[in-house]
T-cell receptor, first 115, second 115 residues
Framework: GAGVSQSPSNKVTEKGKDVELRCDPISGHTALYWYRQSLGQGLEFLIYFQGNSAPDKSGLPSDRFSAERTGGSVSTLTIQRTQQEDSAVYLC?????????????FGPGTRLTVL | AQSVTQLGSHVSVSEGALVLLRCNYSSSVPPYLFWYVQYPNQGLQLLLKYTTGATLVKGINGFEAEFKKSETSFHLTKPSAHMSDAAEYFCAVTFSTGTASKLTFGTGTRLQVTL
């Protein structure tokens, strides 16, 4: 595709509900990243995919967070039993190969609000 | 510990004035360095990056940055600010250890441009 797309752009949910956030990376990019942007924590890394595998999940804040990637393309970030502290903008990025020098291209983000 | 620091959460300049946004890193091995810009309600866009070679890097929209190993710095400059430069700017690095390609971000600097 022309760029990284994310859906939905905004999500409002009630505390305790599950949410799914979707990311469509640039076609052909093997590396995919999820980051979270919040007022208190700034921009923080969540998880990295290379193909369909996730060699680094170290940024996931709790076991309520999980992510998968299928077909080396689309990724879904799932948050179970949402809490108010999960409110943030969730950003997805992709890069061509995942090496350190690669440019990561970011999507517009999904703004999650947990009431 | 490896980290990246942006000095000044808010910077205000007059249109036509020099823009200087500061970024310092802490790492025993110099990282690769990136500057991203975020306009309201948008994802992050790469301005420029330093990986190897010439330490003065030119980016989009007239921005440039110089990698100074002795000062562990990668400050972003633009000779003449334009109203359209008002945005939030993030310095980011990829360190040589761990998941080498994940970005570690500074806390961001919001640039205001006044008439």
């Amino acid at each position: 595709g022309a760029g990284v797309s994310q859906s939905p752009s905004n999500k409002v949910t009630e505390k305790g509900k599950d949410v799914e956030l979707r990311c469509d990376p640039i076609s052909g990019h093997t590396a995919l990243y999820w980051y979270r942007q919040s007022l208190g924590q700034g921009l923080e890394f969540l998880i990295y995919f290379q193909g369909n595998s996730a060699p680094d999940k170290s940024g996931l804040p709790s076991d309520r967070f999980s992510a998968e990637r299928t077909g080396g393309s689309v990724s879904t970030l799932t948050i179970q039993r949402t809490q108010q502290e999960d409110s943030a903008v969730y950003l997805c990025a992709s890069s061509q190969t995942g090496v350190r020098t690669d440019t990561q291209y970011f999507g517009p983000g999904t703004r999650l609000t947990v009431l | 510990a490896q980290s990246v620091t942006q000095l000044g959460s808010h910077v205000s300049v007059s249109e036509g004035a020099l823009v200087l946004l500061r970024c310092n890193y802490s790492s025993s091995v110099p990282p690769y360095l990136f500057w991203y810009v975020q306009y309201p309600n948008q994802g992050l866009q790469l301005l420029l990056k330093y990986t190897t070679g010439a330490t003065l890097v030119k980016g989009i929209n007239g921005f440039e940055a110089e990698f100074k190993k002795s000062e562990t710095s990668f400050h972003l400059t633009k000779p003449s600010a334009h109203m359209s430069d008002a945005a939030e700017y993030f310095c980011a690095v990829t360190f040589s250890t761990g998941t080498a390609s994940k970005l570690t971000f500074g806390t961001g600097t919001r640039l205001q441009v006044t008439l």
